[in-house]
């Protein structure tokens, strides 16, 4: 979708909610993506997810377009949102070890070694992944939140100056100091 359609849209999705409906769909998996690397926990990112997007249809008509996408604006909510959820809950995950131990093992295949050779890259991978994410929540919440925009929501520094409402130079500084806490604690 290009900024010109999205326009029409957000306009749109102010008198109309089908219309609201339509970014919904278009931008729930970013922002659940980016949710869900933040909490480490499925159903906890859904309700995060979800409550972006009410706080977002009710607070539509107070939108005002600067030329920028929607998306910065729902990364911001649910940027918020998880913050306000670590804060309630003192939340810090440890739910990847058990979302990865529960996923089924490949079996009766006819080359086993090939098999078990590829499931020990995976869980490698798996086991990779989950120390980094666990590294990760160690690092203050304005690392976190740096991190997880650059390198798995894939945004640039200037969406993310705009979805958390620093400058530029910040977010460099943010993301150098994150990423050279992260390496000490790899």
């Known amino acids: ?8 849209l957000i306009d749109k999705a102010k008198t109309d909610p089908y219309t609201f409906g339509i970014l919904y769909d278009f931008y729930y998996k970013q922002i659940f ?3 869900f690397r933040r909490v480490g926990n499925y159903e906890i990112a ?14 539509i008509n107070s939108f005002k377009w600067q030329g920028i996408s929607i998306s910065a604006w729902f990364y911001r909510i649910a ?16 739910y990847f070890h058990e979302l990865f131990s ?24 798996d086991q990779d992944f989950i120390h980094v994410q666990q590294q990760l929540k160690l690092l203050p919440v304005k690392y976190q939140e740096v991190i997880t925009l650059k390198y798995f929501g894939n945004k640039s520094t200037n969406e993310i100056s ?4 620093k400058k530029v130079g910040t977010i460099k500084s943010l993301l150098s100091r994150g ?4 390496k000490k604690l790899l």
């Open 179 to 182: 990423l050279e806490k992260l």
């Open 102 to 125: 529960s996923m089924p093992q490949l079996t009766n295949a006819s080359n086993e070694d090939t098999i078990k050779e590829r499931i020990e890259q995976e869980e490698q991978q």
């Open 46 to 59: 859904r309700d995060i997810t979800s409550e972006t997007f009410l706080k977002a249809f009710i607070k």
């Open 162 to 165: 705009v979805i958390l409402s």
């Open 79 to 94: 940027t918020n949102e998880i913050n306000q959820f670590l804060r309630a809950k003192k939340y810090r995950p440890s």
């Open 33 to 35: 993506s980016y949710v």
């Open 1 to 8: 979708m290009n900024l010109n359609e999205e326009k029409i």
